[in-house]
């Protein structure tokens, strides 16, 4: 398995990104897909959550009606849409897929909101 993230970037408050995460080594449709954030220092937390099939969506409090994750299964690539932007979204933000016991994460991008 292996997860591959990028989009990450300086972005200024209100601004935009797009993350992806580039997927392999497994049946990318038949997962759910997740991205987590964490601060250095600070414990690791789930953002949001995409299912299959159906593609339901769920988010954190903290970034509902901001954020949007949305996949590509033709691509195995699941994607998170991030608008109005503020400062505490900065963070690693790290794709993650759950495969009976096993977790597993990509190496993280970083989003760092500044003036």
């Known amino acids: 398995v292996q997860l591959v993230e990028s989009g990450g970037g300086l972005v200024t408050p209100g601004g935009s990104l797009r993350l992806s995460c580039a997927a392999s080594?497994?049946?990318?449709?038949?997962?759910?897909m997740r991205w987590y954030r964490q601060v250095p220092g600070n414990e690791r937390e789930w953002v949001a959550t995409?299912?299959?099939?159906?593609?339901?969506?769920n988010y954190a409090d903290f970034v509902k009606g901001r954020f949007t994750i949305s996949r590509d299964d033709a691509k195995s690539t699941v994607y998170l849409e991030m608008n109005s932007l503020k400062p505490e979204d900065t963070a690693v933000y790290y794709c993650?897929?759950?495969?009976?016991?096993?977790?597993?994460w990509g190496k993280g991008t970083l989003v760092t909101v500044s003036s």
């Open positions: 993650n897929v759950k495969r009976g016991a096993m977790q597993y």
């Open positions: 995409i299912t299959t099939p159906g593609d339901s969506t």
């Open positions: 080594g497994f049946t990318f449709s038949s997962y759910f």
